[in-house]
Every structure is written in C-alpha cells, then in structure tokens.
C-alpha cells in the first residue's frame, strides 16, 4: 500500500490516476464548480459544462501539440467502437487499408475494418508470439491503400513502437490508447489518432478521437449518425448527452498534467520507471522478459517466471505485500505491470524490491 491506503496498482486499465485529482473529483460530487448541481447531476447543455468540456478540449489541444486545424472529439464506445468507426468514415467499399498487426488489439481493428474495404494484414509477429513490433523496410505498402493503421503500444504483450512507422507517405491512423501522454507522439504526423481513455488520460466510457483535415474530408456520406464524425466535429461533441462525468475527469487529469510538467515530464518519470524494472528483469534468469528487448514497452511491462508454476504464489504473495493488478492477460499469462503516467516511482520500487525477496525465497 501507499502513504494512503491506497494499494500499489499495476492493472492495465483502468488504472491508478493523481489522487489529488480523486479527491477534485470528489469534492465536485456535490457542488461543482460552484454552480450548486452536482458533477453527476448537471446539465450538459448549462454553460458551467460547457466550460469544463471547451477546457478539457484545450488543454489536450496543448498538451499533445494539436494544430489548430485538427478537430478533437470526446466520444463513448470505447477504442473498439474507432476500430470500425475509423474504417466507415474514410474507407468505401473495395478501398484499401493496410494494417500492421503487433497483437490482439490490431487483429480486432483489423477485423472490423475488413467489414468496410479490402484491409489487410501486412506484417504480423504472431507465429513468434507477437514479441516485437517491425522495422521500417519490413513490409510493403499497397501503391492504392488509402491509409496504413497501426497500435503504437501493445498492452497485453508489452511491446511499442520507439520510431513513427513508415507509411510511405500515405496517411496514418493510430490506435495510441495505452501510450498517448505518456511517449512522444507527433499528431501532425498522423491523420487519425485515438485512445480510450482509462490508461493515461482519465476513466473508462470516453475515447479521445483526433482528426486531420484529410480525414475530416473523406468523411463519407449516409453513415449512421452516431458513427458519423461530422456530426460529432458539429456539435462539438455533444450531439447527445456525453459522458459527462468522463469529460470532467480527463480535463482534470491534463490540467495535472499541465501542472507537472506535461509530456515531457511524463515521459521523463515513464523511462525511470521503466529502466528500473527492466534493470531487475535482465538481472536473473528467474525472470523471463516477453518482448524483444528493441521492441520492450515502457506503460506495459511483461515477463514469466523461469519456472511457471510459481507465477500463482508470486501474485498472491505480491497482492499481500499491496502489490495489485500484476496478472498477465488472459491470451499470455505470466506477470504484467502497467506503468502508466500515474503510477508513482515509489510504486515501481516497491516492487522491486518484492521481486528481488521473492527470487531469494524461491530461486
Ligand atoms: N486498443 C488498445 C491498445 C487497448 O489497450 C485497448 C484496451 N485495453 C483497446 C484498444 C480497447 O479499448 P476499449 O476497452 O476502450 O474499447
């Protein structure tokens, strides 16, 4: 546990966010800013939310160095919902749309885009385990694909991309959802961008969908309402009753963002975090570390143990010591830690310091 009572929380999403935010949103339950209502109980329509929402949308303009000519939406339906939402807006049917598959998420994006136009799969590291993310030069981009979509981190296999793939110059969709604030990115180096936001930007129930003017012109005609981005882009988001609660917390977590450093200082904190567990995880072989090392992921971190019977105790144990969420993905196994913009250092040295008592009981 932390100084708080608070446990140690290693989960994928969602996961652990500043409690002093916690505590801004708590204080808010009753009375926000002010306005008398309730931050679960008032209008979205009334200008004290219109404020929180225009906010929130600046300030992740400013903190992601947005250009002005990109349009940022708040919408609900998870990451999932752009894996076909992206696809139905720019691509027709018989477009191409080139993917590259570093994981369970990519495959499902992949899948559900293949429901529009002719997606394909151009590299995939699936046979080795899906254990890094590929080079530039390693695939071939159709002459006719309209767009290259790929997943800059892989949260259930703990790789990520530490270069902007290639795209020979087509445009480029990015599913960012478990690295965005906490890497660099260059958005004007993408067309589409997007992330459910129960990772690094605040809780589950809103996705950050970002737009280049390219994107906002292929935007098709007859798309059912709800999926239709220019009828989100027109009414600011708010075409009908939004996650309010959401919008309200993510605008809190980049205001403390802004607050302490912004990207780069997150950037800065998720290395240090990183470097350490890596550094015990090359330490012994009683660890065994999944991702290639030029591929290894500095937000999801994950490795089995040598003997992989003792993975049960190790979570047990680790749980005990107040060391939670530690449990790979279903689809892999083994350990993994989320090292999220919000999980303090002094997290990752706590279990550090677990992982280095276990292995002398059990080594
Ligand atoms: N993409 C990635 C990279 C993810 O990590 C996740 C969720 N873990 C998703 C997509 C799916 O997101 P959602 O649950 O918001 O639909």
């Not at 958005?187 to 280049?212: C, E, F, M, R, W």
């Not at 959401?246 to 904190?269: P, S």
Request: glycine fraction near 10%.
């Amino acid at each position: 546990m932390d100084g708080n009572g608070r446990i140690h929380n290693f989960g994928a999403g969602p996961a652990g966010l500043p409690l002093e935010v916690i505590r801004e949103v708590s204080d808010s339950l009753p009375n926000l800013n002010e306005s008398g209502f309730g931050l679960l109980e008032i209008s979205h329509r009334s200008e004290v939310f219109q404020k929180v929402i225009d906010e929130a949308r600046e300030s992740v303009r400013r903190v992601l160095s947005i250009p002005e000519e990109y349009k940022i939406l708040f919408l609900q339906g998870g990451a999932s919902l752009q894996f076909y939402m992206t696809a139905l807006n720019i691509l027709r049917e018989g477009e191409k749309a080139d993917y590259l598959i570093t994981g369970g998420w990519s495959k499902k994006a992949l899948k559900e885009a293949s429901r529009i136009g002719d997606a394909k799969n151009i590299w995939s590291d699936e046979t080795n385990g899906f254990r890094k993310v590929p080079k530039d030069g390693e695939y071939d981009i159709r002459d006719d694909a309209v767009y290259v979509h790929y997943t800059s981190n892989n949260t259930l296999y703990g790789t990520q991309y530490h270069h902007l793939p290639s795209s020979s110059g087509k445009p480029l969709v990015v599913d960012a959802s478990s690295d965005i604030t906490g890497v660099e990115i260059d958005v004007s180096k993408h067309d589409i961008v997007y992330a459910g936001a129960q990772k690094n930007l605040g809780p589950s129930g809103i996705t950050l969908v970002i737009l280049s003017p390219w994107a906002i012109s292929r935007i098709g005609n007859d798309i059912p309402t709800m999926l239709d981005y220019n009828v989100h882009i027109e009414k600011g988001s708010m075409f009908n009753t939004p996650n309010t609660f959401g919008i309200f917390v993510l605008g809190r977590v980049f205001a403390w963002l802004e607050k302490n450093g912004g990207m780069k200082e997150a950037i800065r904190r998720n290395k240090e975090k990183s470097d350490l567990l890596y550094k015990e995880l090359d330490r012994t072989d009683f660890w065994q570390p999944h991702a290639a090392i030029e591929s290894r992921s500095k937000m999801n971190v994950t490795w089995r143990l040598n003997d992989t019977s003792l993975e049960e105790i190790f979570l047990k144990e680790a749980f005990d010591c107040g060391l939670g969420g530690l449990k790979g993905h279903r689809s892999v196994g083994g350990i993994r830690a989320s090292l999220y913009n919000y999980i303090s250092k002094e997290s990752v040295i706590e279990l550090v310091r677990f992982m280095k008592k276990f292995e002398e009981a059990h080594g």
